[in-house]
Each structure stands twice: as C-alpha cells, then as structure tokens.
C-alpha cells in the first residue's frame, strides 16, 4: 500500500489515488459539533430500522419482506405478486424525482446524512477502526511501523470485527427475502443444506468486507452514480457546504493575516473523502458537514464567529441571494408528486386480499363439433392473505343455452398462495349467433370478494382473439 502521509488535496486529482494508480489510505481525524451529533443519531436510527423492520409485523407479514420463493413482495401491508410489480414503476419513479427535488435543494443531503454505505463506513466500520488502532495520529504511525505482534493484533482485530459486522449486514439482509423465521431455520440447519442463501450470504459478505475494510470513500468517489449526478441536479442557489473566501482570504496565522482562516488543515483532515473544502465544491463531497463542525471549533478557540465553513447555496457564499423556486425544483416537484400519487392510487385499488388472472388458454380459439362451440379459458386466483380459502366460477347474465363447466365448485387456495382451474364455456349451436361478451366471476370465501372480467366468446363466424 502506497503511503504519502504529506499528500496535498488539490483539483486536478483525486485526493484517495496516487499518482502510480494506488489507493491512498486516507486516515480521517475524529470530529465533534453538532452537525456530527446529529448525524450519529440520525446513523442510529437507519440501522435500527434496518434491523428491526423484519421483525415488525403488518397484516401478518414483515413490514418489507420480498418473499421471492412464493412470488409476493409484502411492503407494508400491500401485498404485490408478479402481475402487480408494475405499480412499483411509478413508486420508484415518484421516489427517484422526490430525491432529485431534495438535491436540487439541499445539495447531497442523502449521501451525507441518509445514504446505506456512508452510515455503516462512517458510523460502524470507522469507529471500529479508532476504537482499535486508535486517533488519526497513531493510525498513521501504526502504518508506518514495521510488523510486530502489536501490530498484528490491532490489525487482526480491526478486520475481525469488520468481518463480524459484515455478516451481521448480510444476515439482515437476507431476511427481508426469506424471513426471519426461516433465516434461523436455515443457520440451524448448516450451509449446505441452503447452497443459494449461504452463497448470497457469504459473496455479501466478501463484498462488504472489501469495500469497508479497504475500498471506502473510494466507492462514492469512483463507482456511485448519484455523485455523477449531483452536477446537474444542482446550481448557484442549491444548498451546499461551502467556504467563505471573501471572509476567509487571506489565510494564515491570527494577527498575521486579514482573513479568518488560520490555515489550520483541521478541515483537510477530517474530510472522509481527503478534499479541502476551501479549493471550492468538489465532486468528492458528500456533504457529511465534518469541516463545519472542525472549523466551527477552531474559530470558536480562536476568538471568531463560527460560520466560516457553513451550509450555503453558492449565491449565499457570495453574499447574493438564494432563490428557493426555480424551474428544476418545480419540474421535480410536480414529476416526484406525479410518481407518488399514481402511485398511491393504483396500489390502493390493487391492494386486494385476492386478484385473479383470466386468460384463454392456448390453441385454437373455439372448437366446434355438431352440437356446441367450446371455448377454453384458464382462471388463476391469488391469494395473499395468511388464511386458507376458497373460490368458484360463475357466469353472470350469460345468453340462454351458455353454461360453464364446473361452475359454483370450490377449489381451496392455500394461504398466502394461488389455485388455477380450467373454466370451458360452451353454448349449443342453437344458441350462438356470433361473438358475444361474457362475464365471468370468481366468489371467493371467506369474506363474500366477488372478482369479475369480461371474456370474448368466439365461434365459427370469427377468427378474431381477444
């Protein structure tokens, strides 16, 4: 591992990347204020929440469970299977522009504050890492130690932990698609008897391990999309952590130069990304708000106003004003709204105990012999209830002479499950003058649901499908 322990943040390069292509292990200063405070407890929360939400129950499954085996995915007592997964589009398109409307904002707010990866490196993995080798001070001289037993142990247990929160990540993981019931199921019966879940779980593992071992900040430099967005989602009146050049410059020493800033690097060395904030907004930064709370302090033990560091809009830092409505945010406000109601809507009106699927089945459209026409369907209700139960097929208003095969015969439909028949309509050919629309019904019990759909009756004066 390269090391350049007086490497200088500049613009024309990535601070986490030697010049030969290595990875420059950034060794990041611990930080108070209550920017961090904040952070921490809102890190708190997210991962409890990620813990715990398996464990909630709603309508008699997990608050979020994707149960991928049985085909339903349970988010928050919606139940969707397969035929249903469209609704998501406008739930995640809602959701996509909401994020895009808070960036237009507030900058890069999510990565900072909310985002999966930053919390566990930042809140976990790092604390972890200074809870064992100690401040930045003694991390850098541990690096450039030679090997002893010391060392090793420090390192040995570094990594150790690392491992142990990346399974305990990857198992939580897991459950949202089999459980928490059957996740202690299959650790009890042994990884072989799960080949797939135990793979899924290890490679997770593997892959947490490297990136919060080793990788880091560099996934959010180099591989994280929404950073390569942020440019164009945001502008001068976007909220974002800035430096005041007019108050800062000329930096250096207290009574030796007119501007505010000391020079002191505190905000260098607290940048979990290696920038220097005082260079300008940078794609590096992930808003997490370290280099206020560092300058805030130092400014503080320097007799100064804090503020120096701060969250502004670009316009803000130069003393002009901040516009709050403008075109982008209100494009995205309406798309992020249009995307959620949509939403909301078609999943409510989805949001059934039992959907069913009617279809014709394959083959010929109609069949005819010297007596009647037949035509073949197929009818297949969900269920995604907890409990048994029971549906039958009916005809409702049919032409005299229509009759349905098996009609009023219940079949069972097991809980959280799907039941399929073979529905044959056949009319004499007495009675058949030509096309006709019919309507079919499911009665589904308990509860009285009666679940209806037009069907096409073809004969021999049409080709035409439905």
Same mark, same amino acid.
């Given at each position: 591992?390269?090391?350049?322990?007086?490497?200088?943040?500049?613009?024309?390069?990535?601070?986490?990347?030697?010049?030969? *292509?290595?990875?420059?292990?950034?060794? #990041?200063?611990?930080?108070?204020?209550?920017?961090?405070?904040?952070?921490?407890?809102?890190?708190?929360?997210?991962?409890?929440?990620?813990?715990?939400?398996?464990?909630?129950?709603?309508?008699?499954? %997990?608050?979020?469970?994707?149960?991928? @085996?049985?085909?339903?995915?349970?988010?928050? *007592?919606?139940?969707?299977?397969?035929?249903?997964?469209?609704? &998501?589009?406008?739930?995640?398109? $809602?959701?996509?522009?909401?994020?895009?409307?808070?960036?237009?904002?507030?900058?890069?707010?999510?990565?900072?504050?909310? /985002?999966?990866?930053? !919390?566990?490196?930042?809140?976990?993995?790092?604390?972890?890492?200074?809870?064992?080798? $100690?401040?930045?001070?003694?991390?850098?001289?541990?690096?450039?130690?030679?090997?002893?037993?010391?060392?090793?142990?420090?390192?040995?247990?570094?990594?150790?932990?690392?491992?142990?929160?990346? #399974?305990?990540?990857?198992?939580?993981?897991?459950?949202?698609?089999?459980?928490?019931?059957?996740?202690?199921?299959?650790?009890? @019966? *042994?990884?072989?008897?799960?080949?797939?879940?135990?793979?899924?779980?290890?490679?997770?593992?593997?892959?947490?391990?490297?990136?919060?071992?080793?990788?880091?900040?560099?996934?959010?430099?180099?591989?994280?999309?929404?950073?390569?967005?942020?440019?164009?989602? +945001?502008?001068?009146?976007?909220?974002?952590?800035?430096?005041?050049?007019?108050? $800062?410059?000329?930096?250096?020493?207290?009574?030796?130069?007119?501007?505010?800033?000391?020079?002191?690097?505190?905000? !260098?060395?607290? /940048?979990? #990304?290696?920038?220097?904030?005082?260079?300008?907004?940078?794609?590096?930064?992930?808003?997490?708000?370290?280099?206020?709370?560092?300058?805030?302090?130092? &400014?503080?033990?320097?007799?100064? %106003?804090?503020?120096?560091?701060?969250?502004?809009?670009?316009?803000?830092?130069?003393?002009?004003?901040?516009?709050?409505?403008?075109?982008?945010?209100?494009?995205? +406000?309406?798309?992020?709204?249009?995307?959620?109601?949509?939403?909301?809507?078609?999943?409510?009106?989805?949001?059934?105990?039992?959907?069913?699927?009617?279809?014709?089945?394959?083959?010929?459209?109609?069949?005819?012999?010297?007596?009647?026409?037949?035509?073949?369907?197929?009818?297949?209700?969900?269920?995604?209830?907890?409990?048994?139960?029971?549906? =039958?097929?009916?005809?409702?208003?049919?032409?005299?002479?229509?009759?349905?095969?098996? =009609?009023?015969?219940?079949?069972?439909?097991?809980?959280?499950?799907?039941?399929?028949? %073979?529905?044959?309509?056949?009319?004499?050919?007495?009675?058949?003058? *030509?096309?006709?629309?019919?309507?079919?019904?499911?009665?589904?019990?308990?509860?009285?649901?009666?679940?209806?759909?037009?069907?096409?009756?073809?004969?021999?004066?049409?080709?035409?499908?439905?």
């Amino acid at each position: 591992m390269a090391t350049d322990l007086r490497k200088q943040p500049n613009l024309d390069s990535v601070t986490t990347i030697n010049r030969d *292509g290595s990875h420059y292990y950034l060794h #990041t200063s611990d930080v108070k204020g209550k920017w961090t405070f904040g952070r921490r407890w809102v890190a708190g929360l997210l991962i409890a929440v990620y813990v715990l939400l398996p464990w909630v129950q709603v309508n008699g499954s %997990p608050a979020l469970f994707l149960d991928v @085996e049985n085909r339903q995915f349970h988010v928050f *007592g919606l139940t969707l299977v397969p035929q249903d997964l469209w609704v &998501m589009f406008f739930g995640i398109t $809602g959701l996509g522009f909401t994020l895009f409307f808070i960036t237009s904002l507030l900058g890069r707010l999510w990565c900072g504050w909310a /985002c999966p990866y930053t !919390v566990f490196l930042d809140h976990v993995f790092r604390r972890i890492e200074r809870w064992t080798e $100690g401040d930045a001070v003694a991390r850098r001289r541990l690096d450039a130690a030679p090997w002893s037993a010391g060392k090793w142990l420090r390192r040995g247990l570094k990594h150790a932990l690392y491992l142990l929160c990346a #399974t305990l990540i990857a198992h939580v993981f897991l459950s949202y698609f089999v459980s928490i019931p059957r996740l202690y199921q299959h650790m009890q @019966e *042994g990884p072989l008897a799960h080949a797939t879940a135990f793979g899924a779980v290890l490679f997770l593992t593997l892959i947490l391990w490297f990136c919060f071992g080793w990788f880091r900040e560099q996934f959010c430099v180099i591989m994280c999309p929404y950073g390569r967005l942020q440019s164009a989602l +945001t502008d001068d009146d976007t909220v974002v952590i800035g430096y005041d050049e007019k108050r $800062g410059e000329p930096r250096g020493p207290k009574g030796k130069a007119e501007g505010s800033c000391i020079d002191c690097r505190r905000c !260098v060395n607290v /940048c979990p #990304t290696g920038i220097d904030i005082r260079n300008g907004l940078q794609l590096e930064c992930i808003g997490c708000a370290a280099c206020i709370d560092a300058c805030d302090d130092v &400014m503080k033990l320097v007799g100064r %106003p804090p503020g120096l560091v701060r969250y502004d809009s670009l316009n803000g830092l130069q003393g002009r004003k901040r516009r709050i409505l403008r075109p982008r945010v209100v494009a995205y +406000t309406i798309l992020g709204l249009l995307g959620l109601t949509v939403f909301s809507i078609t999943a409510w009106r989805r949001a059934k105990p039992f959907t069913a699927d009617f279809s014709r089945m394959r083959g010929q459209p109609y069949y005819a012999d010297s007596t009647s026409v037949r035509n073949h369907f197929h009818v297949r209700v969900h269920n995604k209830r907890n409990q048994p139960a029971s549906f =039958a097929l009916h005809l409702r208003n049919a032409p005299p002479g229509f009759t349905l095969s098996g =009609a009023g015969q219940a079949m069972d439909i097991p809980p959280r499950g799907e039941a399929g028949t %073979p529905a044959i309509i056949l009319a004499p050919h007495a009675s058949y003058a *030509g096309p006709a629309i019919l309507v079919i019904e499911a009665r589904v019990q308990p509860g009285d649901v009666v679940l209806t759909h037009e069907l096409r009756f073809l004969g021999p004066s049409t080709h035409t499908t439905p």
